[in-house]
C-alpha cells in the first residue's frame, strides 16, 4: 500500500478563494482523521469519519471549513472563505483504531493564504 | 493548564548518550499514551505506544508511564543523529480524543 495520499502537497491561494484539500487513506482503515498543524497551536485535529461517517466535528473551528468522505478511499477538507490565519500544514491520517493513535499520516498539505 | 505538556527544547545531547524525552498530562482518566517522531518537513510517524505502567521497550527506545503522577517519557538509548527530531507525545483523553503536546525538539551531536 502506497500509505495515506495527500493532495496538493503544496498550495498558494489568496484570501477568500475556497481551497480544496484531498486525502485517499491506506486502504481497510476504517477511520479518518484531519488534523492542523501549527507553530502556535501544535497538532489540532479537526475531525474524524468512522465508515464515511464524520462522528466529531467540534475542532472545525467554523463554518468555513467543512469536510465530506463520500467513499471508502476519498474525503476532501474545505475552507471557503478563506483566510490568512489558516496557513498551516493540513494532515490527513488513517486508522484501523477509533482513537487515531495507531494512525498513519499523510505527507501534509502546506496552505499558505494571502 | 494545557491537556498534554512537553518541554519544547531544543534538547541536545551527544551521539551515544541517552536521550530522555518528558510529557505530563492533566486528564487522570487517560488510558492511552503514544509517542511519534516528527523530522522537519515531515509527517509525525508513530514509534511507541504504552498503556500500563512500567516501562516497554522496543529497540533502542524505551516508554515509561506513571499514572499516579500523570507522566509518560521517552528514553532514547545510543542517540544517533538521524535521532534529531520533534517528538510529539499524544494522550487519549476519557472523551476519545487523541490530544497532542506541542512537541520537544532533539538534536544530537555527532
Known amino acids: 500500500d502506497a500509505g495515506v495520499i495527500q493532495s496538493p502537497r503544496h498550495e498558494v491561494t489568496e484570501m477568500g478563494q475556497e481551497v480544496t484539500l484531498r486525502c485517499k487513506p491506506i486502504s481497510g482503515h476504517d477511520y479518518l482523521f484531519w488534523y492542523r498543524q501549527t507553530m502556535m497551536r501544535g497538532l489540532e485535529l479537526l475531525i474524524y469519519?468512522?465508515?464515511?461517517?464524520?462522528?466529531?466535528d467540534s475542532g472545525m473551528p467554523e463554518d468555513r471549513f467543512s469536510a465530506k468522505m463520500p467513499n471508502a478511499s476519498f474525503s476532501t477538507l474545505k475552507i471557503q472563505p478563506s483566510e490568512p490565519r489558516d496557513s498551516a500544514v493540513y494532515f490527513c491520517?488513517?486508522?484501523?483504531?477509533?482513537?487515531?493513535?495507531?494512525?498513519?499520516f499523510g505527507q501534509g498539505t502546506r496552505l499558505t493564504v494571502v | 493548564q494545557k491537556e498534554v505538556e512537553q518541554n519544547s527544547g531544543p534538547l541536545s545531547v551527544p551521539e551515544g548518550a541517552i536521550a530522555s524525552l518528558n510529557c505530563t498530562y492533566s486528564d487522570r482518566g487517560s488510558q492511552s499514551f503514544f509517542w511519534y517522531r516528527q523530522y522537519s518537513g515531515k509527517s509525525p510517524e508513530l514509534i511507541m505506544f504504552?498503556?500500563?505502567?512500567g516501562d516497554k521497550e522496543d529497540g533502542r527506545f524505551t516508554a515509561q508511564l506513571n499514572k499516579a503522577s500523570q507522566y509518560v517519557s521517552l528514553l532514547i538509548r545510543d542517540s544517533q543523529p538521524s535521532d534529531s527530531a520533534t517528538y510529539l507525545c499524544a494522550v487519549l483523553s476519557n472523551t476519545g480524543k487523541l490530544i497532542f503536546g506541542q512537541g520537544t525538539t532533539l538534536q544530537v551531536k555527532p
Open positions: 491520517a488513517s486508522s484501523f483504531s477509533p482513537s487515531g493513535g495507531m494512525a498513519f
Open positions: 504504552i498503556y500500563s505502567n
Open positions: 469519519f468512522n465508515n464515511n461517517v464524520p462522528i466529531d
